[in-house]
């Protein structure tokens, strides 16, 4: 990544370019691939879609044992707690940026408050950021969402990284609902793929399957 120049993950490298992989156009358009459906819900029905997806993040992660919480998530570096946590940084770091600030990958890989140790610790953390969406897009005078915004991936409008934040914490949603299934937990009001619909979703649940 040193050689390459690039300062955060993920990233996608082709001999000696790369762009960062957080808008999936702007990685399909490096790779010469098609991209996924992105732009098909208006910015009123992505801000729903996004509070859906919290909304389930709360329920799921209510549900997760908390001993489970510091082991790491399909033996990776990364534990369960935080995971979980950082489907709220993303929603979080969205605002800030909204609201004039800048997205930076410091913040959206922040790791829990001191206070949060439990599930429901999380989840409580997660109805505040629901609330600051909420918020925000009631003062939010671009209900087209045109205006741009600072990411640590470039510039974009807002439009974009709204989305970009609905599959991503979409995805990592889907994740903790298949740790609920590895647990033997069913996942309390399960997300099925049309509660995704419109949104340009990975196909893999996790990279690596």
């Known amino acids: 990544m040193k050689r390459l120049g690039a300062d955060s993950v993920p990233v996608v490298a082709r001999g000696g370019s790369f762009t960062y992989a957080q808008v999936l156009a702007e990685v399909a358009d490096f790779l010469g691939i098609e991209a996924p ?27 997760l044992p908390n001993e ?24 979080e770091c969205f605002v800030a940026a909204a609201e004039g600030g800048e997205l930076t990958y410091e913040a959206l890989t ?7 140790k439990t599930g429901d610790d999380i989840a409580r953390f997660g109805e505040s950021i629901r609330a600051q969406v909420k918020t925000w897009w009631m003062h ?27 599959w991503h914490a979409g995805q990592h949603v889907r994740q903790i609902m298949m740790v609920l299934d ?3 937990i069913e996942p309390e009001g399960r997300l099925v793929d049309e509660d995704f619909a419109g949104l340009p979703m990975p196909k893999k649940v996790w990279d690596d399957e």
Not at 37 to 63: N, S, T
Not at 70 to 84: C, M, N, Q, T, W
């Open 37 to 63: 459906e992105g732009g098909m819900l208006p910015a009123p029905a992505l801000v729903e879609k996004l509070d859906m997806i919290l909304a389930a993040a709360q329920r799921f992660i209510r549900q």
């Open 140 to 166: 939010h005078p671009d209900v087209e969402c045109q205006d741009r915004m600072r990411t640590y991936f470039g510039e974009h409008t807002t439009y974009e990284v709204l989305e970009r934040t609905c």
């Open 110 to 116: 922040a790791a829990p408050e001191p206070w949060i």
């Open 68 to 91: 489970t919480l510091d082991k790491p998530v399909r033996e990776r570096k990364r534990s369960l707690g935080h995971l979980a946590n950082h489907i709220f940084r993303i929603p």
């Open 182 to 184: 590895d647990l033997e």
